[in-house]
């Protein structure tokens, strides 16, 4: 066997994980719908690393009790899926929830105020502190400073963790 086989096969191996903590956490969210009487299709995928979960719904209404007030309500049901995939598996997961589109409008916006920090910051040549985020808001905010070629860093303690986007 040689390396690019093994590395394929590894490859392969990994998808194959993370679509079987996709359709583990589809199971424990199908059951999810059904106690709370919410209509809502769920959507499976891999996006790099991680398995993708999303639920969505024509109208929608129903799904923002799920998303909650800013979120809160989503990161607590990911955080719940996420411990039913490894009671399953074992293994600790990384899978991202979206339920009616609010994780990737919020994205959108994140990808948005990162540009503009990284801007702020380009013409400035002062530091720009955002305010604080969760886990999931930074890692988007750094990909944005990142793609337009500054740097960032986190500070603070959560849950004040925030963003300082670095000049040149």
């Known amino acids: 066997m040689t390396e690019g086989t093994t590395l394929a096969s590894q490859g392969d191996d990994t998808l194959t994980r993370l679509e079987q903590e996709g359709e583990i956490a589809a199971d424990y ?22 398995a993708a979960v999303s ?12 998303v909650g007030r ?3 309500v989503l990161e607590a049901l990911q955080e719940l899926t996420r411990l039913a995939v490894h ?22 916006e994140l990808t948005e ?13 002062e530091p720009v502190r955002l305010k604080p985020m969760t886990p999931f808001e930074r890692k988007v ?25 670095l000049p040149a």
């Open 70 to 72: 800013d979120g809160e």
């Open 29 to 50: 969210l199908e059951g999810l719908l059904d106690i709370a009487d919410l209509d809502g299709d769920i959507d499976m995928d891999v996006e790099g690393d991680r």
């Open 141 to 165: 905010v750094h990909d944005a400073v990142a793609a337009a070629g500054l740097s960032s860093e986190s500070e603070g303690e959560e849950p004040q963790r925030f963003v300082v986007v």
């Open 55 to 66: 639920i969505i719904s024509d109208t929608g209404h129903d799904l923002q009790k799920l």
């Open 87 to 108: 009671r399953e598996t074992g293994d600790r997961s990384r899978l991202m929830l979206d339920i009616a589109g609010f994780r990737a409008k919020k994205r959108a």
């Open 113 to 125: 105020l990162g540009a503009k920090a990284a801007d702020e910051a380009r013409n400035t040549g």
